[in-house]
């Protein structure tokens, strides 16, 4: 049999194709560009960048839309180095994601050449693997195990390193015979998937002894396709469930035990639930600062039991009583199992006072704010309940980061899966954008919405004219206060009013005509009165990106708050409900 020539460069996208990729990321630059040049014959779909950032993000975007894995392509150098935030953006939040960087010649490594960087060394933190491709022939098997690692396990970020002779047709060193990749050979990477039963069983009696118990729930959840599941369990055992950050739409908001979003700015009953439990289920959640606030004063009577694929996590922050290493879905089936040989919902004990002290706070602490007067500035949350009330209920919604993510995050209804994207860990402005063309990109049926900042919008606006060129319709709520909302908050409050570098103007740009000039359609919202017709005048455009203005209070701020180095027990609401505080 005669073995098929080929070269690194055709072997790459061949290689893509057989991971089934549908979408690149990318931007051309020199070393790279051999690669550049086979996907013009390729069935992959590239969508052309205007920022380096922007590709990272929006193969991000892709991945947690669809579940497949992202893929960006971009050049060596500086290139490399923009992709540095979308990996350790990825990195941080378990996104499944492939990035391949040009490289300069091999023999040229070392040599401070033209766009040279060293970015497997300064990528190594910032990815769950990195690969540097010596040999043209590697390429197959090199991506092969670079999605492997990147979709099992713990999802995140592989970047594959090629230096451009290895890519170049015309380098001898490109030219080899092509052969299919093998079964990944990775000593030391071993994914532990199946959960210990006794452990299991253990879990079990903690749940059915427990008086006060909570679902804990994080974006594990989700990266396992576990949502189902979960339902099946919260409704065996009928425990209350709360949703990090990260784990919105995991468990439907509209579901009876769904408490809402614990955390820094969760709802009052989700932070306290957590504080007075005896039992926390922790379930894909990694005990984040954000979830915990002071950590000696959270959770102080709770048992845990940590639930989680990364056994780093187990422990890292909080010791629990029951560590399981595990695939969440698989995890959580086995708990079923369990529970129901032990009696399931006849097993547990009378929790109808927890019951009855969720549903007191709830009825005193719901989350509120001031409604507009006639003639005073528009309030941001009136737009978020708004662009919630008049969108498909499976509306993807991204967002940037500050006070605009967390008025999406507790306001947004969130009933279905992966329609929540954000930047939890990592906390990048200007992930909205591009985030959203990449979930566009993956999901083109459903109505892609990014909700932005005035100040995070600055940072990635020109992903609009990826967006426009290459048709992809994504909508942009842009919540314009003139400030960087989340720091003016904390100047206010605890700077003494000291508004140090935090006004942007919200004039400068001009957003509908910047809008217009990168090929969207701009419209502008003053008052509540036109921000119903403009959000439906937006959903019904699906030619091109839309962004609609909306010109909000800059005096508002987030509220619950847990302030920084305080306890969750702490938790400021909102000053309209603090004479009802503590009763």
């Given amino acids: 049999m005669t073995r098929q020539q080929t070269n690194g460069g055709e072997a790459l996208i061949k290689s893509l194709e057989l991971e089934g990729v549908e979408v690149v990321f990318g931007l051309p630059g020199g070393a790279i560009l051999p690669v550049y040049d086979p996907i013009i014959d390729s069935s992959i779909r590239h969508v052309l960048v205007r920022h380096e950032q922007g590709a ?74 990195n690969f540097l491709v010596t040999d043209a022939a590697d390429i197959p098997q090199t991506i092969h195990e670079a999605f492997h690692i990147a979709t099992t396990g713990r999802p995140g970020p592989v970047l594959v390193d090629l230096p451009k002779n290895i890519v170049n047709p015309a380098d001898p060193s490109s030219h080899f015979e092509w052969v299919e990749p093998v079964a990944p050979n990775l000593p030391g990477y071993n994914p532990q998937l199946e959960p210990d039963p006794e452990l299991l069983a253990q879990a079990a009696e903690l749940i059915c002894a427990a008086e006060r118990p909570v679902l804990y729930i994080g974006g594990g959840i989700l990266k396992a396709r576990a949502a189902e599941i979960l339902r099946t369990l919260a409704e065996l055992v009928d425990i209350p469930v709360v949703t990090t950050l990260m784990a919105r739409g995991a468990f439907p908001d509209s579901h009876p035990l769904n ?28 005990f984040d600062d954000r979830v915990t606030g002071r950590l000696d004063g959270f959770a102080p009577d709770a048992k845990v039991i940590h639930v989680d694929i990364d056994p780093a996590e187990i422990g890292k922050v909080r010791r629990p009583d029951v560590g399981i290493q595990a695939d969440c879905k698989l995890a959580i089936e086995g708990l079923v199992e369990a529970i129901t040989k032990l009696g399931g919902n006849n097993a547990q004990p009378d929790r109808r006072a927890w019951r009855s002290q969720l549903s007191g706070w709830q009825e005193k602490y719901p989350l509120v704010y001031e409604d507009s007067a006639a003639g005073e500035a528009l309030k941001p949350q009136y737009v978020l309940e708004q662009l919630r009330d008049h969108s498909p209920a499976d509306t993807i919604v991204t967002s940037g980061v500050g006070q605009h993510q967390m008025w ?33 990109a993956g999901m083109p049926d459903r109505t892609v919405w990014a909700v932005d900042g005035d100040g995070c919008f600055q940072m990635t606006a020109q992903e609009l004219v990826t967006a426009a060129v290459e048709r992809i319709p994504i909508k942009v709520a842009l919540i314009n206060n003139g400030y960087l ?45 036109e921000v119903q017709p403009a959000i439906e005048k937006a959903n019904e455009i699906n030619d091109r990106p839309v962004v609609v203005e909306f010109r909000t209070d800059p005096r508002e701020k987030v509220f619950p708050m847990v302030p920084a180095g305080a306890t969750n027990s ?11 505080e503590g009763q």
């Fill in 56 to 129: 990272g993000h929006m193969a991000q975007g892709y991945a947690q839309a669809t579940g497949k894995p992202g893929v960006a392509m971009v050049t060596s150098g500086p290139a490399a180095t923009n992709m540095v935030t979308p990996l350790l953006d990825a990195y941080m939040d378990s996104v499944p994601m492939v990035c391949i960087t040009g490289q300069v010649a091999y023999s040229a490594i070392g040599t401070d050449a033209f766009q040279e960087a060293d970015t497997t060394g300064i990528t190594m933190s910032a990815t769950k693997h």
């Fill in 259 to 286: 408490l809402g979003m614990p955390g820094m700015h969760g709802n009052y009953t989700a932070v306290m639930s957590m504080q007075q439990s005896d039992l926390l289920i922790a379930l894909g959640s990694r």
């Fill in 485 to 529: 909302g989340m720091v003016r908050q904390w100047q206010e409050m605890f700077y003494d009013e000291r508004y140090s570098e935090v006004y942007l103007s919200p004039d400068v740009p001009d957003y509908k005509m910047w809008a217009e000039a990168m090929g969207c359609v701009g419209i502008r919202v003053d008052s509540p009165e």
């Fill in 570 to 580: 702490e938790l400021m609401v909102d000053p309209s409900q603090t004479e009802t």
């Fill in 408 to 440: 999406a995050s507790q306001l947004w209804q969130f009933d279905h899966p992966y329609t929540w994207i954000n930047s939890g860990g990592l906390g990048t402005m200007g992930f909205s954008i591009p985030a959203a063309v990449g979930a566009k």
